[in-house]
């Protein structure tokens, strides 16, 4: 089956860094990718979603000069988490519609912790 | 039984009882419904859809039923297995290119 492919799967930075976040889909290609953060015991919550060539749409109340995405190519969207706080610690997980199909059989990626310290 | 965490309820069941996981949705144009599973540090994994023009759907040991009165849907798995502890959720969607809304969870334990 198609597979997403998140890296790292967790991360440790300190507070004042960027780090970066990728998303691949290992067998498809996709137009289109969602970036979701998920807090401790909390349910998924949109960020943004990825567009391959353009520019990403964001979900309101989510600084997008913050969560930089860039979905340079079919296969690939990334999400930097510029000048990072301990309250942008969380679980980010991607997913991605095989291209041409409808979102809701979109395959999810295994997740990446980033802990900012 | 069933309890209500801080942020995530919890189900607490034997192995090879049923268990029924319930969501209420908030959107009456949602046209989608699906269930995930989510197991501890990893991404959800989709178990069982439904579209709004169906009450009830079929898969191996699951069922869904929605009641679009009410708004509700739920989860039912038959037999329940210590590998199907994980947290649950359901997401809906206005259309099938639309994106997805996801509802706060509930976390199933299955003691031996």
């Known amino acids: 089956g198609a597979v997403v492919s998140q890296h790292p799967s967790w991360v440790i930075c300190k507070s004042g860094t960027s780090v970066k976040i990728e998303c691949r889909s290992l067998?498809?290609?996709?137009?289109?990718m969602f970036w979701y953060r998920q807090f401790p015991k909390q349910s998924l919550m949109l960020m943004a979603t990825?567009?391959?060539?353009?520019?990403?749409?964001?979900e309101q109340g989510v600084e997008k000069d913050k969560f930089l995405i860039n979905h340079a190519s079919l296969t690939l969207s990334t999400l930097t988490v510029t000048s990072a706080h301990p309250e942008d610690s969380s679980f980010y997980i991607c997913?991605?519609?095989?291209?041409?199909?409808?979102?809701?059989?979109?395959?999810f990626g295994q997740g990446t912790r980033l802990t900012v310290v | 039984g069933e309890s209500v965490g801080l942020h995530l309820p919890t189900l607490s069941v034997q192995e090879g009882d049923n268990s029924i996981i319930n969501c209420a949705y908030s959107?009456?144009?949602?046209?989608?419904f699906i269930w995930y599973k989510q197991e501890s540090g990893k991404g959800p994994q989709f178990i069982i859809d439904?579209?709004?023009?169906?009450d009830k759907r079929q898969g191996q040991r699951v069922t869904v039923l929605l009641n679009k009165t009410v708004k509700h849907l739920s989860l039912q798995i038959a037999a329940t297995q210590p590998g199907d502890s994980a947290v649950y959720f359901c997401?809906?969607?206005?259309?099938?290119?639309?994106?997805?809304?996801f509802g706060k969870g509930t976390m199933l334990l299955v003691s031996p």
């Open positions: 997913s991605a519609p095989i291209a041409g199909t409808p979102n809701t059989e979109a395959f």
């Open positions: 067998d498809f290609q996709a137009t289109t």
């Open positions: 990825s567009n391959e060539g353009s520019k990403a749409t964001y």
């Open positions: 959107n009456s144009a949602s046209d989608y």
């Open positions: 439904i579209r709004s023009n169906m």
């Open positions: 997401a809906e969607t206005p259309s099938g290119y639309s994106t997805l809304t």
